[in-house]
């Protein structure tokens, strides 16, 4: 075996091997500097570093995103059905404060008159449009007659013509078959308010001297009591005098509208108020 | 007799049911509708027994039908009973004429008699009535045929299943059926 028979090869590694760190320690001892020869390892590791953190962020933050979006989603929908119930609830809540509104109108105005009002609810209609009836929700069991009055605040609503135990059949003074005893209130002159159409009524049985205007107000008579005296059933809109005859044609808006028409008074008894002298 | 049972039953049930639908029409789609222009839902009543039904049987259906009308609207007797028999004429003369039959031939006859009815009621008005119908309501009367129309299809096959529930046949389809 030679002793001194060396590989250079091999120790030229291991010598580059030990000399390396060597080198670098005492490079890094030298100048406390960053070596130059670093630079591009920083470079390049602070790039990849930023760039795996920025995806990173990226992904977490899409992720996130994602998630919130799923989760607003969800949020979304879950308040949109609270809005929905919210909104529902405050129309009930205005149909209600709308009908206590109502309510509290017609018992204080059930308080105040000094007749036997029946407060009831209409529940239907007429099945044809040619006729003017509804019916309510109040009948022979709580104690409504045939021929009874009907009335909201405003005015004449119509009466009773058929009643059953439970129920009743309404008249509309707009219907063809109505009649109602009434005058005019400024200048007292008495007739027969007769339905018409759907909106209007007719005066009828005036005599050609009666004073009648557009725009007076025609008022029930009380003389059956089935309505107290001088609630308002229309306003006069036509007046119209034939050259020769012996009466006139007098044509009334109803005061009040079937078409708004919710809840009602049936007049029990009229005590024979006279309301144009309470007023 | 078991037959007997089943004719009576027939009308009887048929008879509950223009009650039914009457008050639909006059309750149900007031409460939701308020003052728009209703479908004359027991016309479908009549438009069936006019179309499958001998026209004995048809006019006495048409008189139970006026008993349910007049109950629950202001027109009299004598004024319901013309107008549902002037209906079920012009749907008798239609029936074999224009009319076939099924569900589609049902809702055309159903949009006719909704257009009838209102024409037949102001002219037997101012043939009955002392105080005839001074306006015609031509929203109403363009309305109410289209919404009887298509309120009558679900009404045809319930009034079929009624049929065959009370041993009646019910009307065939035709191949020119499209619904």
């Known amino acids: 075996m030679n002793f001194f028979n060396f590989d250079l090869k091999k120790i030229f590694t291991i010598a580059l091997l030990v000399a390396i760190p060597l080198f670098s320690v005492n490079m890094q001892q030298q100048n406390p500097n960053r070596p130059w020869i670093l630079e591009p390892f920083y470079y390049l590791t602070a790039t990849t570093q930023n760039s795996y953190a920025g995806l990173s962020s990226g992904v977490r933050s899409t992720t996130k995103d994602y998630l919130n979006l799923v989760d607003t989603n969800k949020k979304n929908q879950k308040l949109e059905k609270e809005l929905a119930e919210l909104k529902a609830q405050l129309g009930a809540l205005t149909e209600l404060k709308l009908e206590n509104e109502r ?14 009002l029946l407060g009831a609810r209409i529940i239907g209609r007429d099945l044809l449009t040619e006729y003017d009836t509804v019916t309510i929700d109040r009948g022979e069991d709580h104690g409504v007659k045939k021929g009874m009055g009907v009335i909201t605040i405003s005015g004449v609503v119509g009466y009773a013509i058929e009643v059953e135990a439970k129920i009743s059949k309404i008249l509309l003074i707009t219907d ?11 200048s007292r002159a008495r007739g027969i308010i007769q339905g018409q159409s759907k909106d209007s009524c007719a005066l009828t049985f005036l005599k050609r001297s ?12 009380g003389i059956d009591n089935y309505f107290p005296k001088g609630f308002p059933i229309g306003e006069v809109t036509n007046v119209k005098k034939d050259e020769y005859g012996l009466g ?10 079937a078409a708004n028409l919710e809840e009602v008074f049936v007049i029990l008894n009229a005590n024979n108020q006279d309301l144009e002298r309470v007023n | 007799m078991r037959e007997l049972s089943f004719k009576i039953l027939n009308y009887l049930v048929f008879a509950i049911a223009t009650c039914v639908l009457a008050g639909f029409q006059a309750s149900l789609w007031y409460h939701v509708f308020g003052f728009f222009p209703a479908p004359y839902m027991w016309l479908a009543v009549l438009s069936y027994w006019a179309l499958y039904r001998s026209i004995t049987e048809a006019v006495i259906m048409s008189y139970l039908v006026s008993f349910a009308v007049v109950t629950m609207s202001g027109a009299p007797l004598d004024m319901a009973f013309g107008m ?8 008798y003369m239609l029936r074999d004429r224009v009319l076939w039959a099924g569900p589609n031939s ?13 024409l037949a009621t102001f002219i037997l008005s101012h043939i009955i009535e002392e105080t005839a119908v001074v306006d015609f309501h031509f929203y109403d009367w363009l309305m109410r045929p289209i919404l009887t129309a298509a309120f009558s299809l679900p009404l045809f096959y319930l009034f079929s299943a009624i049929d065959r529930l009370t041993n009646k046949e019910p009307p065939k389809h035709t191949e020119s059926e499209v619904v």
């Not at chain 1, 063809?176 to 400024?186: F, L, P, S, T, W």
């Not at chain 1, 006139?248 to 509208?257: D, G, H, N």
């Not at chain 2, 549902?84 to 749907?91: K, T």
């Open chain 2, 106 to 118: 049902f809702m055309l006859a159903c949009g006719i008699s909704a257009l009838i009815l209102p």
């Open chain 1, 176 to 186: 063809r078959y109505a009649v109602v005893d009434g005058i005019v209130q400024r």
């Open chain 1, 248 to 257: 006139q044609e007098v044509t009334l808006q109803p005061i009040v509208s």
């Open chain 1, 103 to 116: 309510l509290s109108r017609l018992l204080e105005f059930k308080q105040k008159a000094n007749m036997n």
């Open chain 2, 84 to 91: 549902n028999l002037a209906v079920l004429g012009v749907l």
């Open chain 1, 210 to 221: 009666d004073d009648v205007q557009d725009g007076d107000t025609v008022v029930t008579s």
